[in-house]
C-alpha cells in the first residue's frame, strides 16, 4: 500500500527531521511583540498551499497573510514579529484590512490583517471572527460561520486543518461589488424596506442603514395592478344609436341545449342587454339579424352602429355586406384590448 512506500516513508522521514533543524510554520498567537507559531511541515504537507485557501484558526490571534495584494488598505510599521516552531522569526511588515468574497456570495472585510511575507499559509483567525460577531461551528469536519440565520462562509477539514477557500476583492472588483441594500433585496427574496431595516439592526446584514432601496423593475412588473380604464360619463343619449357585441366561450361543459357559446348585445344608452346561446361560433351572424329586426320593432328605433372586436366571426363578408344593406355602421377594436367592448 501507499502508506507503506518506503519512498514516501523515506520523504516524511527527511521532512520531519527538517522540521526538527528548521522549524514549521504555524499558527499565530500574539504574546508581547512577538507572535508563536505551532504548525509544524508535516501538517502542512495536507495543504495545497493555494491562493484562496484560508486555514480556519482557532489558535490564531489576528488573521495573516502572506500577500501584499490582497489589502484595501494597509499600513506600513514596526508591529512585533512571527516566531516559528525553530525559533526564528519573521517580521510583520504591516497591517491593514482584506476584503473577502465567500463561497456563498457574502463580502466581508477582514479587519487588521498581519501580513507576514515568509509565512507560507493564509491564517483566518476564529477570536478575531468571534469579535466581529460571527459564529464559527464545526461539526463532523465541516466549518460554518454564520451571523444569526445566515450562512456566510463554509470549510471543510483536510488532514487535520480546516479550508475555507475565499476570493479577494481587490480594489478595482470593491468598486464594482454591489453590498448595498439592493443586492440584500435580491438576495432575501425581494424583502421590503422595513424587513431590510431590522437586519441590519439586528447586526445580521452589514450595509449602511441610512441608504434607500432604489426601486425594483421585478416588484414593479410583479405587483403592479392593470389601471381601470376611464370611462367617460358621455353615453350615447339615442336608443340604438350604438351597441355592443362579443362572444364568450367555447366553455367545457355543454348547456342543456347543447350551447357551448353566448353572444351579447348592450346598447350603450340604455345599457339593456341581450344574450344569444349558440352552439358554433358560425350562429352569430344568424343571431345578429334575429337581434336587429326584433329591437328596431321594439323601439321604433334604427340600429345606427355596431361596435365589435376583430374576431372573423364579425369580419365575414356576409356579416360586412348584411351591414352595407341596412346602413348599420360597424366599428371594429382590438381584440386583446376589451375596453371599447363594454
Known sequence: MKKNCYKLLEERGKSNSQAKN????????????????????ETCL???REDTEWVVDTAASYHVTPHRYYFTTYKVGDFGAVKMGNSSSSGIAGIGDVQIKTSTGSTITLKD????????LNLLSVVCLDEQGYENHFNRGTWKMSKGVLTIAR???CGTLYITHLKICTDS???AEDTSQNLWHLRLGHIDEKGLTTLIKKNLISIDKNAALGPCSHCLFGKQHRVSFSYTSAKRSELLSLVHSDVCGPF???????????LTFIDDASRKVWVYFLITKDQVFKSFKTFH?????????????IRSDN????TSKAFDAYCREYGIRHEYTSKAFDAFSK
Open 155 to 157: 470549510g471543510h477539514i
Open 22 to 41: 528548521k522549524g514549521g510554520e504555524a499558527l499565530i498567537t500574539i504574546s508581547g511583540d512577538v507572535a508563536y507559531c505551532t504548525i509544524n511541515d
Open 46 to 48: 495536507h495543504v495545497s
Open 293 to 305: 329586426v326584433l329591437v328596431e320593432r321594439e323601439t321604433g328605433k334604427k340600429l345606427k352602429c
Open 113 to 120: 490583517v498581519r501580513h507576514v511575507p515568509d509565512l507560507r
Open 311 to 314: 374576431g372573423g366571426e364579425y
Open 173 to 175: 472588483l470593491n468598486i
Open 252 to 262: 367545457e361543459v355543454e348547456s342543456i341545449g347543447g350551447s357551448r357559446y353566448f
